[in-house]
């Protein structure tokens, strides 16, 4: 039979205080990351930023082609940097990402709202670059392997959770003459993700808050299982 301590419950994943914090800032992301951007985009600039559909599609290839050129040098970076660092860095990237949205509202001439939409995805490409590598890395350099699971259950559901009540959420600022609101309250958002950042590099030990010090810190098991060489002298 299985050993009661086998067994784990969500209380054991939050009862970790560095885990805990890592879920709130994923909660805080996913509704100012990927959700918001799918939903948010598309109705707040053709709806508010009076800008084309055409410029919307332009503003998705720019963001993508914006990932393809600085994800290997940021991916760089992120390796020297600390992990809360970069969950700052995200933060702080993606509020001034959605300010950028904001302005495209301000009534000004045509080109500079577009301009505004272009900025905008080519910033929110930027933190995802930093998003990637640092938030599925940080929850499971937390998680032990009793745990992770349940860790990665909860994460992935932030996400799922974003994705669902976004678009009800950006329509519904929208259709109340709003708009400025929701930007507002993502920016805000992003600030405390940016707290948490903070928080984490406070919290955090240096095996888990810097990208590979705890790998290199673990016996290698591949060599414990090699046989030791012995020297023969000629004697038993």
């Not at 929850?139 to 392997?145: K, R, V």
């Not at 600022?173 to 600030?191: H, K, P, S, Y």
């Not at 095996?207 to 030791?228: F, I, K, M, N, Y």
């Amino acid at each position: 039979s299985v050993p009661p301590a086998a067994f784990t419950n969500w209380d054991d994943v939050l009862a970790h205080p560095g885990l805990r914090l890592v879920i709130v800032a994923s909660l805080l992301l996913a509704f100012t990351g990927y959700p918001a951007f799918d939903s948010g985009l598309p109705a707040f600039s053709t709806v508010v930023a009076h800008v084309s559909i055409r410029v919307v599609a332009i503003s998705v290839t720019v963001n993508t082609a914006f990932i393809v050129a600085t994800q290997l040098l940021v991916l760089r970076l992120v390796r020297r940097l600390r992990r809360s660092v970069a969950v700052t860095l995200i933060g702080v990237i993606w509020a001034a990402s959605w300010a950028v949205l904001g302005l495209s509202a301000l009534p000004t001439l045509p080109a500079a709202r577009v301009a505004c939409v272009l900025a905008f995805t080519a910033l929110f490409g930027l933190g995802e670059t930093f998003f990637s590598p640092t938030m599925g890395s940080l929850l499971n350099s937390l998680a032990d392997d009793r745990i992770r699971g349940r860790a990665n259950s909860i994460s992935g559901f932030t996400m799922s959770l974003g994705f669902i009540a976004s678009p009800a959420i950006v329509t519904g600022f929208i259709a109340t003459g709003a708009a400025a609101m929701w930007i507002v309250l993502l920016c805000l958002l992003c600030f405390g993700t940016i707290g948490i950042g903070v928080t984490l590099g406070r919290k955090l030990t240096s095996e888990q808050d810097h990208v590979g010090t705890h790998a290199a810190t673990l016996p290698d098991p591949a060599a414990s299982e090699r046989p030791e060489r012995t020297v023969l002298d000629g004697t038993e």
